[in-house]
């Protein structure tokens, strides 16, 4: 049978519509401000960092890794980090994200860990799927720093 | 942050307790479900993901009962996998097809008394490059299913050419994040190379061609939210025998993945004409356990 026969299907339709779907989001990632406010503006994502350690704390997967850390500043940069990238007026003035994790060889459980209990502390403080999903898209340039590939 | 919350957190982090892992680390519903040949993916279509949740550092396994009764068959398939460290996924399938209206064809026109069809698949996928949720260019991986047919009597009969058989193929699987209407579009393409008549069921190879065809697989699927994905997947399939031709399969599926220990999927679907017999339609669930 025949390769051609595949842009026949349905389903290649699709996929290709997808694909479209999935490229055209690519070049219009800006976030807005309406991101920013469904995450509950400042307070909001300062409650989602706290609740977010808290949780970290408790996951024996990575807790170690953030053992000695500055809780307060640590609280202080994140909140900044993510109101930041979802629109908000503020600024992260913490280190450069790469060269913070340079020497952590994070592995991807503990990546997983992270985003899972990211993901936890958000639907704890009931944000609405779809910001979940737009928060975690301006967060995945950070993985190749993160995991220093 | 108060200086009496951040106080309480201070401490929480100085006592560092120890707390239970769960069964893998992946994020929710990463593992995909297992399919009617023992593989990671949907329903039909082997995907890019490794079953389970094991994360690099980890082992996870698998096991699923599913079933697909359409107009005139019914199957039934029992699966089980292993994958180590997000890598390397290890599968074994038993399918058994039950003939219900064909006993009748075989029996008058082929003289043969069989009221089932078995077979065994053992499979291997390894994970050659990134991940599905964050590399940009999604996640791929190439497997092998090497397929067994516990009976060959009635496949022989109507013109296959072996008992057995290999399928290899490459997936791609990506997840693009809020892709429409704010929700996680999953999408998978995967290229198959085979000569196996109806999935190897009826046998491998024939009179109308007997050499590896490459068919084209994909799926997409929609969550509503980080437990509950609707989709639908098309699987391209070879035309070998000359006594009935073979349709392309589709199936439209609903999975509910409320936990990382269970997943349940559902789906309509449609194997087009087999052995003669036209338009199968019907009904496919599927209970995959992890560990």
Same mark, same amino acid.
């Given at each position: 049978? @025949?390769?051609?026969? !595949?842009?026949?299907?349905?389903? @290649?339709?699709?996929?290709?519509?997808?694909?479209?779907?999935?490229?055209?989001?690519?070049?219009?990632?800006?976030?807005?401000?309406?991101?920013?406010?469904?995450?509950? %503006?400042?307070?909001?994502? %300062?409650?989602?960092?706290?609740? !977010? $350690?808290y949780l970290i704390v408790e996951d024996e997967?990575?807790n170690?890794?953030?053992?000695?850390?500055?809780?307060?500043?640590?609280?202080?940069? !994140?909140?900044?980090?993510?109101?930041?990238?979802?629109?908000?007026?503020?600024?992260?003035?913490?280190?450069?994200?790469?060269? $913070?994790?340079?020497?952590?060889?994070?592995?991807?459980?503990?990546?997983?860990?992270?985003?899972?209990? $990211?993901?936890? @502390?958000?639907?704890?403080?009931?944000?609405?799927?779809?910001?979940?999903?737009?928060?975690?898209?301006? $967060?995945?340039?950070?993985?190749?720093?993160?995991?220093?590939? | 942050?108060?200086? +009496?919350?951040?106080?309480?957190?201070?401490?929480?982090?100085?006592? *560092?307790p120890?707390a239970?892992?769960?069964?893998?680390? +992946?994020?929710?519903?990463?593992?995909?479900?297992?399919?009617?040949?023992?593989?990671?993916?949907?329903?039909?279509?082997?995907?890019?993901?490794? /079953?389970?949740?094991?994360? &690099?550092?980890?082992?996870?396994?698998?096991?699923?009962?599913? +079933?697909?009764?359409?107009?005139?068959?019914?199957?039934?398939?029992?699966?089980?996998?292993?994958?180590?460290?997000?890598?390397?996924?290890?599968?074994?399938?038993?399918?058994?097809?039950?003939? &219900?209206?064909?006993?009748?064809?075989?029996?008058?026109?082929?003289?043969?008394?069989?009221?089932?069809?078995?077979?065994?698949?053992?499979?291997?996928?390894?994970?050659?490059?990134?991940?599905?949720?964050?590399?940009?260019?999604?996640?791929?991986?190439?497997?092998?299913?090497?397929?067994?047919?516990? &009976?060959?009597?009635?496949?022989?009969?109507?013109?296959?050419?072996?008992?057995?058989?290999?399928?290899?193929?490459?997936?791609?699987?990506?997840?693009?994040?809020?892709?429409?209407?704010?929700?996680?579009?999953?999408?998978?393409?995967?290229?198959?190379?085979?000569?196996?008549?109806?999935?190897?069921?009826?046998?491998? /190879?024939?009179?109308?061609?007997?050499?590896?065809?490459?068919?084209?697989?994909?799926?997409?699927?929609?969550?509503?939210?980080?437990?509950?994905?609707?989709?639908?997947?098309?699987?391209?399939?070879?035309?070998?025998?000359?006594?009935?031709?073979?349709?392309?399969?589709?199936?439209?599926?609903?999975?509910?993945?409320?936990?990382?220990?269970?997943?349940?999927? /559902? *789906?309509?679907?449609?194997?087009?004409?087999?052995?003669?017999?036209?338009?199968?339609?019907?009904?496919?669930?599927?209970?995959?356990?992890?560990?």
């Amino acid at each position: 049978m @025949a390769l051609t026969n !595949l842009y026949l299907t349905p389903t @290649a339709l699709l996929i290709s519509l997808a694909l479209m779907l999935g490229g055209c989001q690519s070049l219009n990632s800006q976030p807005d401000r309406s991101l920013y406010q469904q995450l509950g %503006e400042r307070e909001g994502i %300062e409650n989602v960092v706290e609740d !977010l $350690l808290y949780l970290i704390v408790e996951d024996e997967r990575i807790n170690q890794q953030f053992k000695g850390m500055d809780v307060a500043r640590f609280h202080q940069n !994140l909140t900044d980090q993510l109101c930041e990238l979802s629109g908000g007026p503020c600024s992260y003035t913490g280190r450069e994200m790469r060269e $913070l994790h340079s020497d952590m060889d994070i592995t991807d459980t503990q990546f997983n860990a992270l985003a899972e209990n $990211l993901i936890l @502390a958000m639907e704890q403080n009931d944000i609405p799927t779809g910001a979940q999903n737009r928060l975690i898209k301006q $967060l995945l340039p950070l993985y190749p720093d993160i995991r220093n590939l | 942050m108060t200086a +009496r919350r951040l106080m309480a957190l201070i401490l929480a982090f100085l006592a *560092a307790p120890t707390a239970t892992a769960d069964i893998g680390s +992946r994020i929710w519903a990463t593992g995909g479900v297992t399919t009617i040949e023992g593989s990671a993916g949907g329903g039909l279509v082997p995907w890019a993901l490794l /079953g389970s949740y094991a994360s &690099d550092e980890e082992w996870g396994g698998t096991l699923a009962l599913s +079933r697909a009764e359409v107009d005139d068959y019914t199957l039934a398939v029992t699966g089980a996998g292993l994958n180590w460290n997000n890598r390397l996924e290890l599968t074994v399938a038993r399918q058994t097809l039950d003939l &219900d209206s064909l006993v009748f064809t075989l029996k008058d026109g082929f003289g043969l008394e069989q009221d089932e069809l078995n077979q065994d698949i053992f499979g291997a996928k390894i994970r050659l490059v990134g991940d599905v949720l964050y590399s940009p260019s999604g996640q791929w991986s190439a497997g092998v299913q090497y397929k067994r047919q516990r &009976d060959f009597t009635v496949s022989s009969a109507i013109g296959a050419r072996d008992d057995s058989g290999t399928d290899v193929y490459v997936s791609g699987s990506k997840l693009f994040f809020a892709a429409v209407m704010e929700r996680n579009l999953l999408v998978n393409l995967t290229a198959r190379a085979t000569r196996a008549n109806q999935g190897g069921l009826l046998g491998f /190879g024939g009179d109308q061609n007997n050499s590896h065809e490459l068919m084209m697989e994909g799926s997409v699927g929609l969550f509503l939210n980080r437990q509950w994905l609707v989709g639908a997947e098309y699987r391209q399939k070879p035309d070998n025998l000359g006594f009935a031709t073979e349709d392309d399969w589709w199936d439209l599926f609903v999975a509910w993945v409320p936990d990382r220990r269970l997943a349940v999927t /559902g *789906a309509l679907v449609n194997l087009g004409d087999v052995a003669t017999l036209e338009d199968q339609q019907g009904l496919y669930l599927s209970l995959q356990g992890s560990f």
